[in-house]
């Protein structure tokens, strides 16, 4: 069987991941430590992104953060909520536009995200289908979304859709240059060890990246 270069698959990972909606990632990462290093890592990566926090953080919960989930798309408070947020007015969903694809889709979404309405992705079920994503929002939000869809859509979103995502770069040991270090830990950056040497090194902390 072939098997996929440690680049292959983290570009595998993060589209499959990027697809995924929030509760099903956060489903993932209720069984975290059952993924393969490489996939924690883009899973935690991801979560981060959508502002879903990081699953090594203290006191994160996936099971209270799927919670907060679900009662948002049923327009109820979640458990111990903040009783000061707005509460969720819709009850069902409906299609707001079909787009000609994922990228397409993602700028739609984010556009709606930023104007404050919550949104849903359906995408293509069929190989065979060649139509584009559905994006979805509630009922009682249509109006305001399509008022949304009906502006030129952000040029910062726009070129941050058409980011390529970095190739994966597998670690080596600094001292004896051997490849494939077990990953000790994840926070605040990676630790990781050498299984041929025994040293220790940390990945460098991105001080841009925003803290969870």
Request: aromatic content about 6%; glycine content about 6%.
């Amino acid at each position: 069987m072939f098997e996929e270069s440690p680049d292959q698959e983290w570009r595998r990972l993060t589209k499959l991941y990027g697809a995924m909606y929030d509760g099903q990632l956060l489903e993932l990462a209720a069984s975290l430590g059952d993924l393969t290093e490489m996939a924690q890592t883009v899973l935690r990566d991801e979560l981060r992104k959508r502002g879903l926090g990081d699953p090594l953080a203290a006191g994160w919960s996936a099971r209270e953060r799927l919670d907060e989930h679900e009662a948002a798309e049923h327009g109820v408070e979640a458990p111990h909520g903040d009783a000061t947020k707005r509460p969720v007015e819709y009850t069902w969903k409906v299609e707001l536009c079909r787009c000609e694809d994922s990228t397409e889709s993602w700028q739609v979404g984010e556009a709606l995200r930023r104007a404050g309405i919550q949104c849903w992705l359906n995408p293509t079920q069929f190989p065979s289908d060649l139509r584009g994503p559905i994006v979805m929002v509630a009922a009682d939000q249509l109006e305001e979304a399509r008022a949304v869809i009906a502006q030129p859509i952000p040029q910062d979103i726009v070129d941050q859709s058409k980011e390529e995502v970095p190739e994966y770069e597998a670690p080596v040991c600094p001292s004896c240059g051997a490849a494939d270090p077990v990953l000790i830990s994840a926070e605040p950056s990676n630790a990781w060890e050498c299984e041929s040497c025994g040293r220790e090194w940390t990945d460098a902390v991105d001080a841009s990246a925003p803290s969870s």
